[in-house]
C-alpha cells in the first residue's frame, strides 16, 4: 500500500502563488491532484506519469493552464503543483492522487485513482 503525503497548502490572496508538495511512499506510474471546492464534486485538476520530463507525461486542466504547473522528482517519488496567480475559484481541497497502472493516456476520472492522500486546504481571499 503507497501512502500519499501532502503538503504546502494555506491561505493566500489573489494573485499569490503556493506550491504544494506530495511524498509518496512507493513508487507510482501516475501521480497527480484532484481538488474539492465546497458544495462541489472532486474534480482532476494535473497529473504527471513517471518518466514525468516532457510535456507529453504531464496533463492539466484547461482552466489551470498557462497558472499551474505540475512536475515530478522520481528520485524523491514527489511531484509538486506549482500555483501561480491564484483565483478565489482555486479555493478548494486539493488530494494527491496515485495510479498503479501503466495506461496510454492521462486519467481525469476520480475512480482511475487507487491511492489517494488526506488533502491539503488552499484558500485564496483577500
Known amino acids: 500500500q503507497v501512502r500519499l503525503r501532502e503538503s504546502g497548502g494555506g491561505w493566500v490572496q489573489p494573485g499569490d502563488s503556493l506550491r504544494l508538495s506530495c511524498a509518496a511512499s512507493?513508487?507510482?506510474?501516475?501521480l497527480g491532484w484532484f481538488r474539492q471546492a465546497p458544495g462541489k464534486e472532486r474534480e482532476f485538476v494535473a497529473s504527471t506519469r513517471s518518466e514525468g520530463v516532457t510535456e507529453r507525461d504531464t496533463d492539466l486542466q484547461d482552466s489551470v493552464k498557462g497558472r499551474f504547473t505540475i512536475s515530478r522528482d522520481n528520485a524523491k517519488n514527489t511531484i509538486y503543483l506549482q500555483m501561480n496567480n491564484v483565483q478565489p475559484e482555486d479555493t478548494a481541497i486539493y488530494y494527491c492522487?496515485?495510479?498503479?497502472?501503466?495506461?496510454?493516456?492521462?486519467?481525469?476520472?476520480?475512480?482511475?485513482?487507487?491511492?489517494w492522500g488526506q488533502g491539503t486546504q488552499v484558500t485564496v481571499s483577500s
Open positions: 512507493g513508487d507510482v506510474f501516475g
Open positions: 492522487v496515485g495510479d498503479p497502472i501503466h495506461r496510454p493516456y492521462h486519467p481525469r476520472l476520480p475512480e482511475e485513482y487507487y491511492y
